[in-house]
């Protein structure tokens, strides 16, 4: 399957037990920036996509961007910059 969201908005790959991810989520909502979640423990193959990413780690958040490149536990500033907005 393929992660790659569509312009102006990114997918994560995240985990429900993940501060990281729920404040990510939450600055994402107050700046607008739509997204697609996607639980690496609930999806079957998320995980190896999370670890190809990240050279063999499943660190969360891992956020894809619409031209594919991806970003590690990235700031909500680093989105908007990322996606022109």
Do not use: H
């Not at 790959?13 to 423990?41: D, M, P």
């Not at 990240?54 to 961007?65: A, E, L, R």
């Amino acid at each position: 399957m393929d992660y790659t969201p569509e312009n102006g908005t990114i997918t994560m790959f995240s985990t429900s037990w993940c501060g990281y991810c729920n404040r990510l989520k939450q600055q994402l909502t107050s700046a607008g920036i739509g997204y697609t979640e996607v639980n690496i423990e609930e999806v079957p193959g998320t995980a190896e996509i999370v670890e190809k990413a990240n050279g063999g780690n499943q660190t969360v958040p891992t956020v894809i961007f619409p031209d594919g490149s991806t970003a590690t536990n990235p700031s909500v500033i680093e989105v908007k910059q990322r996606l022109g907005v």
